[in-house]
């Protein structure tokens, strides 16, 4: 039983993974990577984006706590400032309201909601 559950996150986190990877770019984030690619290549500047990228994250979770979302089974996954939210809730309005606090973060560009319904004790 506990094996079928490992296989059933770890597909999750492989299609959250993949489908970061399938995001169309608009013309703003085609810009952004042009930009990036035309950078020095120091190795700097990709440290710097990860950095930013987990301090989003933790930005984001943080205002989900503060605006009442329970977190612990959520995880905010952000890359040039689109946020994805992963993970499940007990209650469908807390998929709404995660989706609204994390679209007011600074920094947040864009907001992809894939959290699925649990009931309690699932």
Not at 30 to 37: E, I, K, W, Y
Not at 99 to 121: F, H, I, Q, R
Request: charged share 15%; net charge positive; no cysteine.
């Amino acid at each position: 039983m506990k094996a079928i559950k490992t296989f059933k996150l770890i597909g999750s986190a492989l299609m959250v993974v993949v489908s970061i990877n399938a995001w169309s770019q608009t013309s703003e984030s085609a810009a952004t990577s042009t930009q990036s690619s035309m950078a020095p290549a120091g190795g700097g500047s990709a440290k710097a984006a990860r950095q930013a990228n987990r301090a989003l994250s933790k930005k984001v979770l943080r205002a989900l706590s503060k605006g009442g979302v329970n977190t612990s089974r959520i995880n905010a996954i952000a890359k040039g400032g689109a946020v994805v939210l992963a993970g499940s809730v007990t209650d469908p309005t807390q998929s709404d309201k995660a989706s609204e606090v994390a679209k007011g973060v600074p920094g947040v560009t864009s907001v992809k909601n894939s959290l699925t319904l649990k009931e309690v004790g699932q």
